[in-house]
C-alpha cells in the first residue's frame, strides 16, 4: 500500500484544481455575480440606487489621485493592455503545446475566449458611459477581466494543487486588486465596473479550469 500524502502526487497534464467540483461551484457563483451587476445596468446605467452610490463614493475619495498613484496606474494600463496580454496568452499556449499539455492548453485557450467573447458582447449591450465621458464601453472592465484572468489561469497551469499554492495565489489576487483600482484611478471606469471585470475573468479562468479537468477525470475512468 502507497504512503504518499495527496500532497506528495505529481502533477500531471490536467492537473488544475484539487476540488474541481468546489471550483465549479465557485465559478458558477461568480458568474452569476456578474450576471446580477448586468442586469442592474441595463434596468439602470448608472448603476441603481445601490450601485450607483456606492461608484459615485469611490469616485469622489480617489479623484484626483496623487500624482504618484496616477502615474503607476498608466503602468498598470499599458502592462494590462492586448499589446502585452496578448503576446504572453499566446507564449503560455505555446509553451503549453511545446510540453504537450493538451488538457491545459484547452483550460488556458477556452478561458481566455469565453472571457473575452462575454466582455465584447457586454459592453456595447450594456452601453455604459464610463466616468471620463469619452464613450459608453464601460462595463465590464476588460482590462480588469484580463487581468484576472491571465493572473488565475497562470496559478492553474503553472503550479500543482498538491502543493501550496499560497504565495501564488496572494501574488494574482495582488495583480488583479490593483489593476482594478488603476482603472478607477484614471478616471477611465466605475468601481462596479471593475468589480465585474474581475469576477468575470475570474469565473471563467476557474469555470473552465474545472469543467476540463472533470471532463478529463470521466474520460479517463471510463477509458
Known sequence: MSTRTPDARRRVDGD?????????????????????????????????????EVDGWWRGLIQPPPSWAESASQVLKTLGSGWVMVPLRIAVALWLLARRRRSDLAAWLLAWALADVITVALKPWVARLRPDGLDHHSFPSAHAKTAAQVAIGIV??????????????????????????????LDEH??????????????????????????????????
Do not use: E, N
Not at 498538491?162 to 484611478?185: D, E, H
Open 16 to 52: 488544475l484544481l484539487r476540488y474541481p467540483g468546489h471550483g465549479l461551484m465557485v465559478a458558477v457563483a461568480l458568474l452569476i455575480a456578474v450576471a446580477a451587476l448586468t442586469v442592474s445596468m441595463i434596468v439602470d446605467r448608472s448603476g441603481g440606487p445601490v450601485l450607483g
Open 156 to 185: 492553474l497551469v503553472a503550479t500543482s494543487p498538491w502543493r501550496s499554492r499560497a504565495l501564488p495565489w496572494a501574488l494574482a489576487i495582488a495583480w488583479i486588486v490593483a489593476m482594478a483600482f488603476s482603472r478607477t484611478i
Open 190 to 223: 466605475w468601481l462596479s465596473d471593475v468589480v465585474a471585470g474581475s469576477l468575470l475573468g475570474v469565473g471563467c479562468a476557474v469555470g473552465v479550469a474545472a469543467t476540463v479537468q472533470l471532463r478529463r477525470d470521466r474520460t479517463q475512468g471510463g477509458a
